[in-house]
């Protein structure tokens, strides 16, 4: 059974620091990766999708990598912002379009 | 990007009600939909698979009888959760899948937040 897990749980910095998100995962047999951002009580938006042959994609200030070997996908935010706290959630898809997903981070920047 | 909507947003009901659920694609037909559950500080979890004029596909643990799924049109799949009890209450979320995208888009609604009194 897959297990998404997400490091760390919970993540304050100033505004303007460059940061990372981790997400592990146990079953390297995935088709895709992907990033979404959740407000508090809210829906999920998506941010950046990395499909199994790739290694990273990027959106502007997000950078996704994607270490299928290893079972491991980062996000990186540069300069970050006040608007960019939110709870950031990765999910693998296995093929199958299911989604398994981690546990979040919640990310709060602070002014 | 497409956009999927849900109703309603929030619903508070008495122990032992029925609640549905809502959820449309309204921009694109979806045969594809998916339920998810997250409770407070939790992640979101697959609930069942809704394909449009057939029959629903639940994950495991998840009670079909409880959770009806009904996907009777390409823009409509509903969530019905019979004899609501207090530990039902949750955020459920849907997804629908864009077939005029990669297979993999998926969308997702802004959520309907149940609480069962």
């Known amino acids: 059974k897959q297990e998404v897990t997400q490091i760390p749980a919970a993540l304050s910095v100033p505004e303007g620091e460059n940061l990372v998100l981790n997400c592990s995962f146990t079953d390297s047999a995935i088709y895709n990766l992907q990033w979404f951002r959740q407000d508090p009580g809210k829906g999920l938006t998506s941010l950046l999708l990395i499909q199994s042959s790739q290694r990273e994609q990027t959106s502007g200030r997000l950078n996704a990598s994607l270490d299928k070997s290893s079972g491991r996908s980062t996000l990186y935010i540069a300069a970050s912002q006040p608007g960019d706290s939110a709870t950031y959630l990765c999910?693998?898809?296995?093929?199958?379009?299911?989604?398994?997903f981690g546990t979040g981070t919640r990310l709060t920047i602070i002014p | 990007g497409a956009v999927v909507s849900q109703h309603p947003s929030w619903v508070i009901c008495k122990s032992g009600t029925s609640v549905k659920i809502e959820c449309r694609s309204l921009d694109f037909q979806a045969t594809t939909m998916f339920w998810y559950r997250q409770f407070p500080k939790q992640s979101l979890m697959l609930m069942a698979t809704s394909n449009e004029g057939s029959k629903a596909t639940y994950e495991q643990g998840v009670e079909k009888d409880k959770f009806l799924i009904n996907h009777a049109s390409l823009t409509l799949s509903t969530l019905t959760v019979t004899s609501a009890h207090p530990e039902d209450s949750s955020f459920y979320i849907c997804?629908?899948?864009?077939?005029?995208?990669?297979?993999?888009?998926?969308?997702f609604g802004p959520g309907t937040r149940l609480l069962v009194l």
């Open positions: 999910a693998v898809d296995p093929g199958n379009e299911k989604l398994t």
């Open positions: 997804s629908a899948l864009d077939p005029r995208e990669h297979q993999e888009t998926q969308y």
